[in-house]
């Protein structure tokens, strides 16, 4: 049973590349969620897709971008990194918009 | 959009003892309060819950409780035990949890 999973655990990226971070689950939830975690600052919702075909912006969305083209798989894009998109991100999943959200382990992202 | 705000940022309780972690929130539409708890290395994992229909809630030795009237609502966690030392996280949101809003964390720490 994997739940949620996520590649690559960490990265190192040089600013200016773009970097796409993987997300799967395979509890056939139909929400799922990108997070970045900073010190301080806590967890802040980057996009979210409430089901399949359909995404949307959460708090702090600039420079970011997903996609969900299948119910398992919700990959979060950073088309030209920036030092600032430094962060740790977690996607979770719920059943529905009102289920309990599960999260992954983690991506530990350094831009420089 | 809404605020949290969690406090203390950290706490540290004997073995045994009993540990508070108090949060507000600002919009008063909020009616879904998630506590996380975030051990190193991992992510958030959801351990209690309330809706705003209800004031209290327990399972076991945690416990939240609402107040509507006052926009807080607190974590409870008594007879601490090691294991209970981690990173906790309130949140809440307006309807359902597409979009949560998270506080800053509590680091908690249990004194052997």
């Known amino acids: 049973i994997a739940g949620i999973t996520q590649a690559p655990t960490s990265q190192i990226l040089a600013a200016g590349r773009r970097m796409t971070l993987r997300c799967t689950q395979d509890?056939?939830?139909?929400?799922m969620y990108w997070y970045r975690q900073d010190l301080g600052l806590g967890l802040r919702l980057i996009h979210y897709s409430n089901t399949a075909g359909t995404t949307g912006k959460g708090e702090v969305p600039d420079g970011y971008s997903v996609s969900r083209a299948n119910t398992d798989d919700f990959p979060l894009t950073l088309a030209s990194a920036v030092p600032s998109q430094t962060s740790v991100y977690f996607c979770a999943s719920s059943e529905g918009a009102r289920g309990l959200q599960f999260f992954g382990p983690g991506t530990r992202l350094t831009v420089l | 959009g809404e605020n949290v705000e969690q406090h203390p940022s950290t706490l540290s309780v004997q073995e045994g003892d009993s540990a508070v972690i108090k949060c507000t929130y600002s919009d008063s539409a909020s009616n879904y309060f998630p506590w996380y708890k975030q051990e190193l290395g991992k992510g958030p994992q959801l351990i209690i819950d309330?809706?705003?229909?209800?004031g209290e809630k327990k399972d076991q030795r945690i416990a939240v409780t609402l107040n509507k009237t006052a926009k807080h609502f607190s974590l409870h966690i008594t007879e601490t035990q090691p294991e209970d030392s981690a990173v906790y996280f309130c949140?809440?949101?307006?309807?359902?949890?597409?979009?949560?809003?998270f506080g800053t964390g509590t680091r908690l720490t249990i004194i052997p």
């Open positions: 949140a809440a949101s307006i309807g359902g949890n597409e979009k949560l809003t």
């Open positions: 309330i809706r705003s229909n209800v």
């Open positions: 509890m056939r939830h139909n929400a």
